[in-house]
């Protein structure tokens, strides 16, 4: 038996974009970075997310860059030949859950709907009416 769950949580490194597949199904992608080591061996990786469905439909407006947020998913690694015949590869988390974590309390909260509240999108029956899927 095989497992492949990770969970990632950072502040989003820009504002989330979607796009369509040629079936018409929307794809909605952001970045978070991913810390290795520690003091001056410490190296910052950006990892790519990625969501599929309703949440891909409803969750980019909220996704904005600085976002805290904590995401569970499948971790992947994705291989691609450039247009230089460059061989490629990136680490992309495909999401399955996604939490939005409360800012710092002195910052001013912005494009997010409840400043004062957090909770999991995909569980908490507080956004239920927030957020229909």
Request: net charge neutral; aromatic share 10%.
């Amino acid at each position: 038996m095989t497992i492949n769950t990770v969970i990632f949580s950072g502040n989003l490194g820009g504002d989330c974009t979607t796009r369509s597949t040629t079936s018409g199904k929307l794809i909605a992608t952001f970045s978070l970075p991913v810390k290795q080591g520690y003091g001056e061996h410490e190296k910052i990786s950006w990892v790519q997310c990625r969501m599929f469905g309703a949440k891909a439909e409803k969750l980019p407006i909220y996704l904005t860059r600085g976002t805290k947020v904590t995401v569970i998913g499948q971790f992947l690694l994705e291989s691609w030949t450039d247009k230089d015949g460059t061989e490629k590869t990136t680490a992309v988390v495909l999401v399955n859950e996604i939490d939005f974590s409360s800012k710092q309390e002195n910052k001013p909260q912005q494009n997010q709907p409840l400043a004062s509240q957090s909770g999991n999108v995909t569980s908490g029956s507080f956004y239920d009416d927030e957020i229909p899927f």
